[in-house]
């Protein structure tokens, strides 16, 4: 069981806790886009409203285990400190004796974030005495950052060991209700909709996802591996050679258990991999050499909306073709729109993050599910049925 940091007594307690900053910036170093600092709010302020001190801690890009300005947490504190409308504290290293001195120093109400984790290799390699150095910095422990816990680093997991207290942050317990519920105990029909363009990397999560489902619609880069699978000709669409006998074994066994897995019945192909490029409409049986899908076609979009509103739960993972082509990027949006509407009839709608999270936000559909997740990665992960480190890291013996 997970304890939530709303039930925790945090009154005059430093509490340390990992958040996910790791926002992405432009090019001059200003953050492009401050979702992640936007859900981290409601923790916060959980902590500082009832008399704590929030003590922040994150990751941020991939300094490679030293310090380096251009991924400096600063300007995150910068823009944390307007968010919520008071003076965040920057802490210049996230271990060490400044740094305790300024957590010490500390009074009721204050928030003070720590430098990029990533500035030492230590945090990566779940280093006993770098956790150790950072637990100094908390009374009690509190873990927001959903989108690393599949992986066991020093602030998610190392540093659990040396709390007696440790408590989920809202966010992350919002991920864990949504995503657990949707496996656990979903309101049917569950239909789950994979695309994207690496196969090989979601294919366990298609075979675990069988086990639970009631529907799968397959749509993305990956559709093509399944249709060399029943023997049709892709031209030059994304196919994955060495998985197209696995995409075969799936087929066979989705006939065999109680789940429909269903196919595009059309495709939006091009004859170049560019917006600007020639393209038709076409059956899936249909794809000639020099051509290759990049979309879903309108007859599929509308099949896979109407089992979207028909379902109980759904949980996306993947875009259904080249969405970031805006001439590709239909069936995406058809999606997306589908789900939104599906969303107002008492459907429960799951955004698994990454790139189908980033679609979503650019249709400005983001506010209109029930549920994007911060973490791509982690929850793909958590639905494939794995636990996840750092989850784990906050269970109650
Ligand atoms: P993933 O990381 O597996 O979710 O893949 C996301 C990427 O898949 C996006 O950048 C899409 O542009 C890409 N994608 C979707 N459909 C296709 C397609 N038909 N051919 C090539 N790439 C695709």
Known sequence: MVLSISEANVSGKKVLTRVDFNVPLNDDGSIADDT??????????????????????SHMGRPKGKPNAKYSLDVVAKRLSVLLDEHVQFVPDCIGADARQMVAASKSGDVLLLENLRFHAEEELNDEYFSKELSELGDI????????????????????????????????????KYLGEAIVNPKRPLVIIVGGSKISGKIDVITSLMKISDSILIGGGMMFTF??????????SLVEEDKIQLASEILTQAKTMDVKLILPTDVSIANSFSNDADSKIVSITEIEDGWMGLDIGPETSKLYSEVIKNAGTVVWN???????????????????????????????????????????????????????????????????GKSLPGVTALNLE
Do not use: W
């Open 36 to 57: 992640r600092i936007v859900e981290s709010i409601p923790t916060i302020l959980s902590i500082i409203e009832r008399g704590g001190v929030a003590v922040l801690m």
């Open 141 to 176: 422990y509190c873990n927001d950052a959903f989108g690393t816990a599949h992986r066991a680093h020093s602030s998610t997991v190392g540093v659990t060991h040396f709390f007696n207290e440790k408590f989920a942050g809202l966010l992350m317990q919002r991920e864990l």
């Open 227 to 236: 249709l060399r699978a029943l023997g049709y000709s892709t031209g030059s």
């Open 318 to 384: 993947g875009p259904m073709g080249v969405f970031e082509f805006s001439n590709f990027s239909h069936g995406t949006r058809s999606v997306s729109q589908a789900m939104v509407d599906a969303t107002t009839t008492g459907t429960i709608t799951i955004v698994g993050g990454g790139d189908s999270a980033a679609a979503v936000s650019q249709f400005g559909h983001q506010t209109n599910v029930t549920h994007v997740s911060t973490g791509g990665g982690a929850s793909l992960e958590f639905l494939e």
